[in-house]
């Protein structure tokens, strides 16, 4: 068999499953190790990727499933992350294989010729894009797992589902899935968050939070030589509703001084009374490479003193720690 042949047996879509809540800038990292193994890469934000393999597999010469396993032992000892990984011949089997692995991480490889065998016993739940209604919906009919889901004739699948919906879910449950991997990056944004262990009516206590992630914010964008544009803040509240509101920054910036001013301006807009806060978001959003920033003469010695703390700052960071260094309101009220 020659390499064409060879690689068309493979199954050759992969799909990474990363962390829960993992930070943005430690994701945007594992699309990197991704992209060493193939061009062809589509970010599925906030903790996904697809991976086309079939000419990974001709460059590296190596099956899907050991290019599977050089990714998590990169992973793991670059970034001290494991990750989930299915790969199958299809877009649906690949990632239906990835929730497969146990949380811990692992590869899962499922073969061309076995898929439909592997679909059948699982739970109709399980099949990738049959979300808990559709899998309520299809078992309260006596559909329980793929096997029977592929026997069920489309349009009875459509009258339980909906039009559109049902139509997938059967051509998905009968391997018929001819999605492409489609290249996408990442938006090119930083965001940082913060989850509060106990519901939150201190003011105080909320904006000294607020002012951790400008810092968070500020050294990340630094570290990436970005700078953003605009920012947005989101509050989240008890009971699950949450309130956000984007603005722009009179230039792009990555400073803590000019993220500051308009990360408090963005809260005040808020108007908070009494809403008891569970967490906070603030992406830096419209990034553009910090040496496009033009840099001007300032007359502010005050400025240009906090400029060089903040400096003098990443270098510590650099060296020992992000949670070393910082305002002194954070380490007073934030814990």
């Known amino acids: ?26 994701y945007r990292q594992v699309l990197e190790q991704l992209a060493d193994l193939s061009p062809v890469v589509q970010a599925l934000p906030p903790s996904a990727a697809l991976v086309e393999l079939r000419g990974a597999l001709r460059y590296h010469g190596a099956d899907a499933r050991r290019l599977g396993e050089v990714l998590r032992i990169r992973t793991i000892s670059r970034l001290g992350v494991d990750v989930r990984v299915g790969i199958g011949p299809s877009v ?33 739940e399980a099949l990738y894009g049959i979300g808990p209604r559709q899998a309520t919906a299809l078992r309260d009919y006596g559909i329980h797992c793929v096997g029977l889901l592929a026997t069920v004739p489309p349009a009875t699948v459509q009258r339980l589902l909906g039009g559109k919906a049902g ?12 999605r492409p ?37 500020g ?7 970005q700078a953003a544009r605009a920012l947005t803040l989101t ?32 809260m005040d807009a808020a108007g908070l009374q009494r809403g008891r806060l569970t967490g906070l978001v603030l992406k830096g959003q419209d990034l553009i490479d910090a040496a496009q920033v033009a840099q001007q003469l300032s007359l502010d010695g005050a400025r240009e003193d906090r400029l060089a703390a903040e400096a003098a700052m990443d270098r510590i960071r650099a060296k020992y720690g992000q949670g070393v260094v910082g305002p002194a309101t954070i380490f007073r009220r934030v814990s």
């Open 1 to 26: 068999m020659n390499a064409d042949a060879s690689a068309r047996a493979e199954s050759t879509v992969m799909h990474v499953r990363c962390p829960d809540r993992l930070p943005e800038e430690v």
């Open 92 to 124: 649906t089997v690949a990632a239906t294989a990835s929730a497969q692995v146990p949380t811990r991480g692992g590869v899962l490889a499922i073969e061309p010729d076995h898929a439909d065998e592997w679909l059948g016993p699982l739970p109709v």
């Open 167 to 178: 139509r997938l879910a059967a051509e998905r449950a009968r391997g018929n899935d001819p």
């Open 181 to 217: 991997v489609i290249p996408r990056a990442l938006p090119d944004s930083a965001t940082v968050r913060r989850v509060f262990s106990q519901h939150t009516l201190d003011g105080t206590a909320v904006r000294a939070a607020l002012l951790d992630l400008v810092v968070q914010l």
């Open 219 to 225: 050294h990340l964008l630094r570290q990436r030589g």
């Open 235 to 266: 509050l989240r509240f008890a009971g699950g509703t949450s309130w956000d509101k984007t603005r722009r920054l009179s230039e792009p910036s990555a400073h803590e001084d000019d993220l500051r001013v308009l990360a408090y301006q963005l």
